[in-house]
Nanobody, 126 residues
Framework: QVQLVESGGGLVQAGGSLRLSCAAS????????MAWFRQAPGKEREFVAA????????YYTDSVKGRFTISRDSAKNTVSLQMNSLKPEGTAVYYC???????????????????WGQGTQVTVSS
């Protein structure tokens, strides 16, 4: 069992930056795939970024490549998402997720994750 708690959301102007954090408890995340998803109003939850524990390069959805960076601190049992050059279309609830690695095809799918945080709101004003 893994408990995930996100923090760091808020209101920011377009072009600004935010850093989201996800603190895990109950077990270590060092051998789990850690990811961020987001869900905008009226839309389905979508993949944003993932850090496989396998040592492979992080995954990013195309719309955030070059602007967002996912990182993990295994000593602190946390994962972060640095978001730069934010755009209004980035307004959404951002969710932290954790799961056992099952293969590359599952990394970008919500079904590949067993544990979810409660979400943190990010609002980007134009």
């Amino acid at each position: 069992q893994v408990q995930l708690v996100e923090s760091g959301g808020g209101l920011v102007q377009a072009g600004g930056s935010l850093r989201l954090s996800c603190a895990a408890s109950e077990r270590t995340i060092s051998d789990l795939v850690m990811a961020w998803f987001r869900q905008a109003p009226g839309k389905e939850r979508e993949f944003v970024a993932a850090d496989p524990w396998t040592g492979a390069n992080p995954y990013y959805t195309d719309s955030v490549k070059g602007r967002f960076t996912i990182s993990r601190d295994s000593a602190k049992n946390t994962v972060s998402l640095q978001m730069n050059s934010l755009k209004p279309e980035g307004t959404a609830v951002y969710y932290c997720a954790a799961g056992v690695y099952r293969g590359n095809i599952y990394v970008e799918r919500s079904g590949g994750y067993n544990y979810w945080g409660q979400g943190t709101q990010v609002t980007v004003s134009s």
